[in-house]
C-alpha cells in the first residue's frame, strides 16, 4: 500500500516535472528556428549611415545619440518586439511634428540606433512596416561585442 501510494507520488512529480519543461521548450519550437532578434542582423551599414544623417536633422537637436544607447536605455525595450520601438517614435517623433519623416527614414533611424547599441549589421536592410518588425524581438546585447555603453 505505502509503495503504490509513493510510486504515485514519484509518477505524479513526474508528469509536474514534464509539464514545467514541455511548456518552455514547445513556446521555443512555436516561435521556430527562424525567429529573428536584434542580433540577427537585421540592417545593413549603409541603412545606419543614412539612418544617422536623418537622426541628425530630425532628433538630434533634442537628443544625444548617447541617450538612446546602453544599458539604461536598451534595457527597457529587451524582450519586446522592436516593433513597438519603431511605432513609438514613428506616431511620437520628432516631438514637435511626429510623423514628419518617410517610413524608410525612420526605419533607417531604427537602424541607426541598433547600431549604437551594438547590435551586429547584416545583408538585409530593416523593413518600414510594423507589421514586420513585431515579429523581431529585442535581446540583450552580445556582451562580448566591444563599445556597449553603460
Ligand atoms: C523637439 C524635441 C524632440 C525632437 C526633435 C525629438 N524628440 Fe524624442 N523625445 C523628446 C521628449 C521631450 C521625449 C520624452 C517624451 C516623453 O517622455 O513622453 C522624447 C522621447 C524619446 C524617446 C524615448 C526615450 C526613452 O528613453 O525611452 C525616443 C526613443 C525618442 N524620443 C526618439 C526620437 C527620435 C528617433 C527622434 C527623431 C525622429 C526624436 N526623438 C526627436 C523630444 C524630442
Redesign the pocket.
Known amino acids: 500500500m505505502m509503495l503504490t501510494f509513493s510510486s504515485r507520488s514519484v509518477r505524479t512529480a513526474l508528469v509536474v516535472a514534464g509539464t514545467a519543461l514541455l511548456v518552455p521548450s514547445a513556446k521555443a519550437a512555436a516561435q521556430g528556428a527562424d525567429s529573428l532578434t536584434t542580433l540577427s542582423k537585421i540592417y545593413t551599414a549603409v541603412q545606419a549611415a543614412k539612418g544617422k544623417d ?2 541628425d536633422t ?2 538630434l ?3 544625444k545619440p548617447v ?2 544607447a546602453g544599458y539604461k ?1 536598451w534595457s ?1 525595450l529587451v524582450g519586446r518586439p522592436l516593433g513597438e ?1 519603431f511605432g ?2 514613428r506616431s ?5 511634428n511626429p510623423g514628419s ?1 518617410t517610413d524608410e527614414d ?1 526605419a533607417g ?1 531604427t537602424a541607426y ?1 541598433l547600431q549604437l547599441n551594438t547590435m551586429p549589421a547584416g545583408e538585409r536592410p530593416l523593413p518600414g512596416d510594423s507589421v514586420s518588425l513585431a515579429k523581431i524581438r529585442v535581446v540583450a546585447p552580445d556582451t562580448t561585442r566591444k563599445g556597449f555603453g553603460k
Open positions: 536623418a537622426f530630425t532628433c537637436s533634442c537628443h541617450e538612446l536605455f527597457g520601438f513609438y517614435i511620437n517623433m520628432p516631438q514637435d519623416i525612420y533611424i540606433i
